[in-house]
């Protein structure tokens, strides 16, 4: 028989040798999941409807050459191209600004240019889409003249 | 059998070994003679059944013992010798020269913080694998027999039990160039070894880590991980199958 060996004791805790990881906090938010779905989700919606504006813009009898105040008026006349228009405004420009700040997290390394590019978008977006939606909604074809 | 025994001696001892010269470029970092990284090329002969790995040890061997490198099985099991091949992720011990042009080129991991000529430090890439909790995870009591597991079950992640964390993926991945906070294809493809694996209990745990700011919604889908990986793992079918049991919340 073997003497019973004796091993030595391990301390309770063991520090790790390694680097702390510098991962920022945990969220515990669905935002990135949500970012991601609107991007497919809006990515599909505005292929119809800017291919849609394409085609009537500017392939429709005359295409370019008759568009003018009259066109203009004449389609926000009607409901549907408002909410048309509407929507596009919409889409388009939360699926550019979700795209710009994805690539603004990829690229930046500091986190103050971080902060100051968002700022710089998010004012431009927000910009944008106020005044889009305003001239749709307060569009009155009698304007100016 | 026979047809060795009917070749006539003379023709066997005279038979020269047919080698190619080739030139090898390396990119080579010496922190302690030169502050910037620089291009060296050696010509070494390879022969016929040569490995990228053989043209390196040759050159550690007979003409610069200086160059560094790991690599331990040569085999393509350990994966420590994952380097940048003409451009692409590759294993050296698995790349043949006669597959190869008659230069080529050799740079370390892309992503990673350059210690000395290939090698780099690999701790980033192994503290996103451990923070992913790459082990088996059970709540309760023990169980007093083994977990069952049908075939069926254990095929859904047959692939990603497959890797041998060579980091090839994590380091050609562009999103993991310029942001190491992302956890990085290796990372997941672990994870989801574990998530699909109908004996774990951790999977909600997991697809939380996963869900986060630096997890699988940073993937652009660009393909190049899959391309990499030297054990074929479809490691962005693997990513999309973990977005998939997040979006559904179901695995
Ligand atoms: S998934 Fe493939 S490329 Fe990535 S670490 Fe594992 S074996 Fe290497
Ligand atoms: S040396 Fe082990 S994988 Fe190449």
Same mark, same amino acid.
């Given at each position: 028989?073997?003497?019973?060996?004796?091993?030595?004791?391990?301390?309770?805790?063991?520090?790790?040798?390694?680097?702390?990881?510098?991962?920022?906090?945990?969220?515990?938010?669905?935002?990135?999941?949500?970012?991601w779905l609107f991007m497919r989700v809006s990515g599909i919606v505005l292929v119809v409807l800017v291919l849609g504006h394409l085609f009537i813009m500017n392939i429709l009898d005359g295409g370019v050459q008759r568009i003018n105040w009259g066109f203009v008026a004449g389609r926000w006349a009607s409901p549907f191209w408002q909410v048309w228009d509407l929507l596009m405004l919409w889409l388009a420009m939360i699926h550019g600004t979700n795209g710009l700040r994805v690539?603004?997290?990829?690229?930046?390394?500091?986190?103050?240019?971080?902060?100051?590019?968002?700022?710089?978008?998010?004012?431009?977006?927000?910009?944008?889409?106020?005044?889009?939606?305003?001239?749709?909604?307060?569009?009155?074809?009698?304007?100016?003249? | 059998m026979t047809a060795v025994a009917e070749r006539p001696a003379e023709t066997r001892a005279e038979a020269p070994i047919e080698t190619r010269p080739v030139r090898v470029k390396i990119r080579r970092y010496v922190p302690e003679l030169n502050p910037e990284p620089y291009w060296q090329t050696f010509e070494v002969h390879a022969l016929p059944t040569d490995r990228v790995l053989?043209?390196?040890?040759?050159?550690?061997?007979?003409?610069?013992?200086?160059?560094?490198?790991?690599?331990?099985?040569?085999?393509?099991?350990?994966?420590?010798?994952?380097?940048?091949?003409?451009?692409?992720?590759?294993?050296?011990? %698995?790349? =043949? $020269?006669? &597959? /190869?042009?008659?230069?080529?080129?050799?740079?370390?991991?892309?992503?990673?913080?350059?210690? %000395?000529? =290939? $090698?780099? &430090? /690999?701790e980033p890439f192994f503290e996103a694998y451990r923070s992913i909790k790459p082990f088996l995870i059970t709540y309760g009591q023990p169980p007093t027999r083994e977990h069952i597991q049908s075939q069926a079950d254990r095929e859904r992640f047959d692939d990603t039990t497959k890797c041998i964390l060579c980091a090839a993926c994590t380091t050609s991945c562009p999103v993991y160039w310029t942001d190491g906070q992302y956890f990085g294809p290796a990372a997941i493809v672990n994870a989801h070894r574990f998530i699909f694996d109908s004996r774990d209990e951790g999977t909600e745990e997991r697809l939380e880590i996963l869900n986060d700011r630096e997890g699988v919604w940073r993937c652009r889908t660009t393909f190049n991980c899959t391309e990499a990986c030297p054990r074929g793992i479809e490691v962005t079918q693997a990513i999309a199958e973990v977005k998939k049991a997040l979006l559904y919340r179901r695995v």
């Open positions: 028989m073997t003497a019973a060996r004796s091993y030595p004791t391990i301390p309770p805790v063991i520090e790790s040798p390694r680097s702390a990881p510098n991962r920022p906090r945990r969220t515990r938010t669905n935002t990135e999941l949500y970012a690539i603004i997290n990829d690229y930046t390394r500091r986190d103050g240019t971080r902060l100051t590019l968002k700022a710089v978008l998010y004012t431009a977006t927000t910009i944008t889409i106020a005044l889009g939606t305003l001239v749709i909604f307060t569009f009155n074809p009698d304007m100016g003249s | 053989n043209l390196l040890l040759d050159i550690k061997g007979y003409q610069d013992g200086s160059l560094t490198f790991r690599r331990s099985c040569a085999h393509g099991v350990c994966g420590s010798d994952a380097m940048r091949i003409n451009g692409v992720n590759r294993l050296a011990c %698995k790349v =043949l $020269v006669k &597959d /190869m042009p008659d230069e080529i080129t050799i740079e370390p991991i892309k992503g990673l913080p350059l210690e %000395k000529d =290939l $090698v780099v &430090d /690999m």
